[in-house]
């Protein structure tokens, strides 16, 4: 009787209910960070790629030019069947966005999972076996991180010529240095780790060590660096199109905009406007997302 009227007055009675420890790790991150912000942005902008056939009904290469310049629909001679505008061709540029955000994501996404599996893997053969080999991959990396990535990218695209696959593989290949370089050093201390030589001591295959023990200790690092490599590469695609020497000129993408906009704006703002701050809070985002999974998922980044 008297432990149930210490509960109504609000008094805590034996210990308190048992909540894993991750949960309550991750709900204090969630308060404090701007993680579920950037994340909730980030779907938006996934699921406008993913559904923009539902979301707009005009063809985004579609011209019309009796509906050249159109000015967005709050503004004086705008039009509510053009809700940001026309482009100088009398293209959507609503329509434009939501699909050029299929190339940017495409680009992102596809290039950072080549460079990630490339790199990391090379990596980790640098960094366990180490010898001539490791020292091979390591100079070949400092070779080409000679040379600035951008201007090398144009150098690739320049030879081998515009489209989006050229661009996906240039990207790609050439980013595998980073997670190269980073895989090798993690490798390099784990495996001098007391489990590994446990493993060793035991009679395990290297596959097995390298499978098991290593490589789940890369995976922290290599997810928070492949988010601000994805941001990185959308923004690379965006200069190689803007120069022309990125994705075909009849695509729909942030870069393509950007580049038929430079000669209209003072007459049309908005035609550069809205794929620019699409692109910033897209790169944006990302970057912030990449600074909150690395507090979160760093031991010694937060407070357990």
Known sequence: ??????????????????????????????????????????VL????????????????TAS??????RPPAWQGGGSRAHLLGTDQLGR?????????????????????TISAVLGSGLGMIAGYYEGRLGAVLMRAADVQLAFPFL????????????GLLNVILILGIAGWVTFGRLARGQVLSIKQKEYVEAARAVGASETVILSRHIFPNLLTPIIVLATATVANNI???????????????????????????????????WMSVFPGAALTLTVLTMNLLGDWLRDYLDPTLRNV
């Open 92 to 112: 959507d540029v609503f329509a434009r966005l939501v699909y050029g955000a299929r190339i940017s994501l495409i680009v992102g996404m596809s290039t950072v």
């Open 64 to 69: 019309e030019v009796t509906q050249r310049l």
């Open 235 to 269: 923004v690379v695609e965006a200069s190689l199109t803007f120069l022309g020497l990125g994705v075909q000129p009849d695509l729909p993408s942030w870069g393509n905009m950007l580049a038929g906009a430079r000669d209209y704006l003072y007459v049309g703002w």
């Open 45 to 60: 902008v996934v699921a406008a790629a993913l559904f923009a056939p539902v979301i707009t009904r005009y063809d985004p």
């Open 1 to 42: 009787m008297a432990r149930m009227d210490a509960r109504a007055a609000g008094v805590l009675v034996g210990p308190p209910p048992a909540v894993p420890r991750a949960r309550r790790r991750l709900w204090r991150t969630l308060r404090r960070g701007s993680g579920p912000f950037n994340l909730a942005f980030l």
């Open 151 to 162: 201007l090398l990218a144009i150098a690739i695209v320049a030879v081998l010529g515009i």
